[in-house]
Nanobody, 115 residues
């Protein structure tokens, strides 16, 4: 069993920035797939960004150039730096890990963009 704890969400004005963190209860050193997803009210959960063990990254079209995913294996933590925030970025952001074919999700952290 793996526990994931997200943090860093909050209320921010358009154009602002936040850094989200996801701390795992086990080592992430050998985990090949980690990612961030988000779900806005009334919408399906969507991919935000993923990062592989080798460091390669992938981003959803709506966040390319504004969001950056990274990992710190020593801290068992995955980060999501979000910048140039827009109203439509408002959502609950979830961390996801895949361990031996099993999906693990965090409880989510709310990001609200509002003027």
């Amino acid at each position: 069993q793996v526990q994931l704890v997200e943090s860093g969400g909050g209320l921010v004005q358009p154009g602002g920035s936040l850094r989200l963190s996801c701390v795992a209860s086990r080592s992430i050193f050998r985990l090949n797939y980690m990612g961030w997803y988000r779900q806005a009210p009334g919408k399906q959960r969507e991919l935000v960004a993923t990062i592989r063990s080798g460091g390669s990254t992938n981003y959803g079209d709506s966040v390319k150039g504004r969001f950056t995913i990274s990992r710190d294996n020593a801290k068992n933590t995955v980060y999501l730096q979000i910048s140039s925030l827009k109203l439509e970025d408002t959502a609950v952001y979830y961390c996801r890990l895949v361990v031996d074919g099993t999906d693990y999700w965090g409880q989510g952290t709310q990001v609200t963009v509002s003027s």
